[in-house]
């Protein structure tokens, strides 16, 4: 438990809530990015630099810049006449309370509460390359066949629809 | 509190932010962000165990991450462009008032 951690976690836990929290949308946004270079911070103490890098590239790179573009072509942030939160949302955050509640009670009764803390495992990206090549090779293509997928499904799903006059 | 113990409840708290967000928000965007931050907090997850387990050597934790990423990555696109084409029917990404699956 050192400083810096409880720096890391308080920007993810600060800029998250804010990105669930505030009004525009546009706002919330920016805040999820800040939440989520937090995140990144987290991954790379753990010894994760290549994950924490990947977060960065994909999350704070392109869903936050999906995100706004999608935010901009639907025009939902010019609408502060609106309340930003649905009616039920008093049970909504009951529910997740409860969740949290029952996490952590979980969390803090189950496991046995050691400190000793293993040394830190020196992970290289060739180490991640070779074994993403080897052991984890029909993984890997079946995620690139995924992804493809999910391209060109997002762009068919996303193609105004012609409709066809006979 | 040991080093674990910690990551896991900030995992947990980051889910229930992530769950809070999806159960209340109205625009379809920010419920579709509050699932991405649920799928962040089971990375961190992995991250942490792998960190602490007893076999580091083996980099599963950060392999399920790397996987769990780009699964996220796609469903946030698929997402995104359902509430696109959402949006072109009704003219409105509000929850509430999106109570038809009629187009």
């Known amino acids: ?166 | 509190m040991s080093p674990l113990n910690a990551y896991l409840l900030l995992s947990a708290l980051l889910f229930s932010i992530g769950l809070a967000g999806v159960l209340t928000r109205r625009n379809a965007i920010l419920v579709l962000i509050g699932i991405e931050l649920m799928l962040n907090a089971a990375n961190l997850n992995f991250i942490a165990f792998w960190r602490y387990g007893p076999n580091p050597a083996a980099l599963t934790g950060i392999m399920f991450a790397i996987f769990s990423i780009a699964i996220a990555a796609a469903e946030a696109a698929v997402g995104l462009g359902i509430i696109l084409a959402v949006y072109r029917h009704t003219k409105t990404t509000d929850l509430d008032q999106l109570n038809s699956m009629k187009g």
């Open chain 1, 1 to 166: 438990m050192t400083l810096f951690f409880l720096i890391a976690a308080a920007l993810t836990i600060v800029g998250t809530a804010a990105a669930m929290s505030l009004r525009n949308p546009i706002h919330c946004i920016l805040s999820l990015t800040l939440g989520l270079v937090g995140l990144a911070v987290l991954y790379l103490q753990l010894g994760a630099q290549f994950v924490g890098f990947t977060q960065v590239l994909v999350y704070v790179g392109a869903v936050a810049i999906l995100a706004v573009f999608a935010i901009m072509m639907t025009r939902s942030a010019g609408s502060p006449q609106q309340p930003a939160f649905s009616r039920s949302w008093l049970s909504g955050s009951a529910v997740a309370v409860v969740v949290f509640a029952v996490l952590a009670w979980a969390i803090s009764s189950a496991l046995p509460s050691t400190k000793i803390v293993p040394p830190q495992p020196a992970v290289s990206v060739n180490q991640i390359g070779d074994a993403l090549m080897h052991k984890f090779a029909l993984p890997l293509e079946i995620i690139g066949l995924l992804l493809t997928a999910a391209l060109i499904g997002a762009v068919i799903v996303a193609m105004p629809e012609r409709r066809e006059t006979p």
